[in-house]
């Protein structure tokens, strides 16, 4: 989103109060955050200096927390002011646009990135400060129990805590003399930057300030402590008149917020209200679910059923998804059923199933899905052993296309096998299984902590097993393997059968087995793919799923041509027989 346009959160006055959560200033509740702004030009004709908050409510509280920010236009580029207004307005308007699967840093990084480049691209990519649309800028989100600091340039965070005033940010410039500095780091001034983040742990009675140059090079800390230490509504305005008094000749800008209560990341009805559904009975043809018509059991496993069920208000088709009873005090199971449909309503995408909003007063808890009609990816291979290789970079394809729109979404799949993934009538891929996703607003919005690993152990990625954090090389490792198998028929991995796997201790156990020993006519660029999307190390892997489908399509020059493939990898059972033959001659020749 270009930050063109004006939002009603730039504060241009020179003192602005808004307090709390609850922005009624006739409610007896306690405000959770108490925020109050002075901004002004002091002895400049223009103020370049820019400030904003936002205290949303409800849903949106939850999302994306609450946001103070702070920009100063660099005074000596041609378009400092325009382009501290735009940072404000661009990022108050696209933070509160992402994903909400996505981590608040992952959030910040995206949208500054998109800043910055609109900015450069302002003052024609030229490198000459004079000319550039150059601004420094500072941003506390406070969400749930923490605080996410966003910084960049020299103005500045404070933090006072206990009566102690500490600097949480770092000034990226350098003093050349007495009232010279050379700013080394701020928006706009390079197609690439580097922002500092950081995350605090709040705590109740906490004070934050966000300050410009112009009030924290002409205050000792000393002074900016006396002030904060009154904390009221005039408090920024006192550090304006105070820094004013000790000779400051900048604009002068203060963001002060004092945190009186601590929020929880709390996610919606899925984390408050399906908690304490109960778990839905087995049910049989002919029996009504809220208003869903059972017609017909499609699945059933020890972990859940599928049902496939009529709605009886529109006629359409649906799958039901229940958990199975086995699980009903199972906490991370529970955990993990919530999750799945949590993330599958916001994800978007004709290769990824569809989940329904459950209807209002549901009685118990299960899923509502999109009826898929076919068969799974596992009865297609049944029926086409070794397919052919133009059939699976066509599959492929589908499939990577669906598992880039959760990476967009910062959300691993975990789980992917050719059981999760139906081919529909038309020869389409849906992955119909979500039972194994994991995502950083996951973890922030519905407190998500299942430890367990997800996957079937002969697709799931290696570092699963070893204690490593999974990411989206974990899916392609298991999109590797489902490819491998779709050429060969076989696991890359024999020792990943069977129990051991399990004993594995580190990523070097485990021996590739070339997909050319299963059949002569895969080239060796492709085994060389294969080989590089199963890497057990998840460092080696690709990294990212477009690298690996042209890999597969086009021979990359990385992977040469072997001189001449050992007989074990071309034919390992004349090998064997071989073998066998030289032990019984050298065995005759003992006796004889």
């Known amino acids: 989103m270009s930050p063109d346009k004006e939002l009603d959160t730039v504060i241009p006055v020179s003192a602005y109060k808004l307090s709390g959560i609850n922005a009624n200033p006739q409610s007896d509740k306690i405000d959770a955050l108490q925020v109050f702004i002075a901004t002004c030009a002091g002895h400049r004709r223009h103020n370049d200096d820019a400030c904003a908050v936002r205290l949303p409510e409800g849903s949106t509280l939850q999302r994306h927390g609450s946001l103070t920010a702070l920009a100063d236009g660099v005074a000596s580029a041609e378009a400092g002011g325009e382009a501290a207004r735009a940072a404000i307005n ?26 910055n480049n609109w900015l450069y691209r302002q003052s024609g990519g030229s490198v000459e400060i004079q000319r550039g649309w150059l601004t ?57 930057i580097d922002v500092d983040y950081r995350c605090e742990a709040l705590e109740p009675g906490d004070i934050y300030l966000l300050t410009s140059d112009g009030i924290h090079d002409f205050l000792p800390d000393t002074s900016i402590q006396e002030r904060l230490l009154e904390f009221g509504e005039s408090t920024p305005q006192q550090l304006i008149d105070t820094a004013l008094r000790a000779g400051s000749s900048d604009n002068l800008s203060a963001v002060v917020t004092r945190v009186n209560a601590i929020g929880s990341p709390r996610c919606d009805e899925l984390a408050m209200h399906n908690r304490e559904l109960p778990f839905a009975p087995d049910l049989r043809p002919g029996q009504k679910l809220d208003g869903f018509l059972i017609l017909q059991e499609l699945y059933a496993s020890n972990r859940s059923h599928l049902y496939l069920a009529r709605d009886q208000k529109t006629g359409e088709l649906r799958a039901i998804k229940t958990p199975s009873v086995n699980y009903c005090d199972d906490p991370h199971y529970i955990e993990r059923f919530i999750a799945e449909e949590w993330t599958g309503r916001r994800v978007n995408h004709p290769g990824i199933i569809k989940l329904y909003p459950p209807k209002v007063g549901r009685s118990s808890l299960y899923h509502v899905l999109e009826y898929v009609e076919g068969q799974t990816l596992r009865q297609w291979m049944q029926l086409n052993p070794q ?8 599959l492929l394809a589908q499939l990577i296309s669906a598992l880039r729109s959760l990476q967009r979404l910062e959300i691993i799949h975990g789980d992917l096998k050719p ?9 389409r891929l849906v992955v119909v299984d979500l039972g194994g996703v994991d995502c950083p607003g996951l973890r922030e919005q519905l407190l998500f902590s299942d ?15 070893f204690g490593d954090s999974p990411s989206h090389r974990s899916d ?49 660029w492709i085994d060389g793919a294969l080989q ?8 080696q892997r690709y990294s990212s799923l477009s690298e690996f489908i042209r890999d597969l399509e086009v021979p990359n020059s990385d992977f040469k041509s072997p001189k001449g493939r050992p007989l074990l990898e071309k034919n390992p059972l004349l090998f064997w027989q071989l073998l066998a033959l030289v032990l019984l001659f050298s065995h005759l020749l003992y006796f004889f």
């Not at 699967?101 to 998109?114: D, E, F, Y």
């Not at 050349?176 to 780091?185: H, K, N, Q, Y």
């Open 90 to 115: 661009g990022f108050f308007c696209d933070y509160y646009s992402t994903p909400e699967t996505w981590s608040t840093r992952h959030a910040v990084a995206r949208v500054l990135h998109s800043l």
């Open 136 to 192: 420094t800028f500072s941003a506390i989100i406070f969400k749930g129990a923490s605080a996410h600091l966003v910084h960049i340039g020299d103005s500045r965070i404070y933090r006072l805590r206990a009566g102690k005033l500490e600097c949480l940010s770092r000034d990226h410039s350098h003093r050349l003399a007495p009232g010279r500095t050379f700013l080394s780091r701020a928006l706009g001034m390079d197609a690439h």
């Open 476 to 524: 392609i490792f298991s999109v590797g393997v489902i490819a491998y198998e779709l050429l060969t028929g076989s696991y890359p991995y024999p020792e990943r059968l069977g129990s051991l796997h399990y004993h594995l201790k580190s990523y070097q156990h485990l021996r590739f087995m070339k997909a050319g020993s299963h059949r002569e006519d895969i080239p060796f």
């Open 387 to 394: 397919a052919q290789i133009p059939q699976v970079r066509t």
């Open 419 to 427: 059981e999760n993934i139906m081919m529909r009538r038309d020869g």
């Open 451 to 465: 430890p367990s690993v997800p996957g079937s152990k002969n697709y799931a990625a290696p570092e699963f097993f």
């Open 532 to 539: 590089k999307a199963c890497a057990p190390n998840p460092k």
